[in-house]
């Protein structure tokens, strides 16, 4: 990409009152592993590879299935059966040649979170359990990286940026509240646009932290209703009791 090619496709960046080239650089030296490529990581890895992530770590040990297309847009009818990181390497890849994709088809355990995290200057926690969430908190804990967890089910989702401070609190913290029933897709469905809306928060929160153009809301829970057009947002504070940081 030349110079002039570079600057006309992120000239509607440059436009912003607090961005400039050296926000645009900090995005294209930043590497990102994105955890689980479902509905909520596939949106976030487009967003992220249209504004010039440099690397994207996708992993996720899933293949396409019909079932996914209707809030799952990266993927394409031809590509039912491929496996999601495959293909949403291909489509990225159309959008954003200068962005390098690494895909690991695979699930995120303990035993491999070093394989896939190690060289992320930020984890984007995009699964649908709470076992792997709380997994990769403790690995996020252990190696000082951010975090930024969403899940979405029914018409509700939520969003939460945990900080790689060492007195914060973590997703066990928030976990251990039993303030809410945890949800799966599959078990209550989903509204797509309510998976759309957590994922570009996600990247919101993501894109503050890597260029520092607006404060990242730290360990701040925002829960979000579609059927009231309503966010409410919770401060979490550490649990003195927490079995992942205390």
Request: glycine share 6%; proline share 5%.
């Amino acid at each position: 990409m030349t110079d002039q090619q570079w600057y006309s496709r992120y000239s509607r960046h440059f436009l912003l009152n607090n961005f400039d080239e050296t926000h645009q650089h900090k995005l294209a030296s930043a590497s990102i592993t994105i955890v689980g490529m479902g509905g909520l990581g596939s949106m976030a890895a487009q967003q992220l590879a249209a504004m010039g992530v440099g690397t994207l770590n996708l992993v996720d040990h899933d293949t396409v299935s019909l079932s996914n297309l209707p809030r799952q847009f990266i993927y394409t009818q031809r590509q039912i059966g491929q496996p999601k990181v495959y293909a949403a390497q291909q489509q990225l890849a159309q959008n954003n040649s200068a962005c390098t994709i690494n895909p690991f088809e695979q699930r995120a355990v303990p035993d491999n979170l070093a394989e896939v995290c190690d060289t992320a200057d930020a984890l984007l926690d995009c699964t649908d359990t709470v076992t792997t969430r709380l997994q990769l908190s403790a690995y996020a804990r252990q190696v000082n990286k951010a975090l930024f967890s969403g899940s979405a089910a029914g018409f509700s989702g939520q969003v939460i940026a945990i900080s790689p401070h060492p007195e914060a609190p973590c997703y066990g913290c928030l976990s251990a509240l039993n303030a809410y029933e945890p949800q799966t897709c599959l078990a209550n469905g989903i509204f797509g646009p309510v998976v759309s809306t957590i994922a570009l928060y996600q990247v919101m929160l993501l894109v503050y932290f890597i260029t520092g153009i607006a404060p990242v809301p730290w360990s701040t829970l925002h829960c979000f209703d579609a059927t009231k057009f309503n966010w409410r947002a919770f401060t979490l504070t550490p649990n003195p009791q927490c079995r992942l940081c205390q």
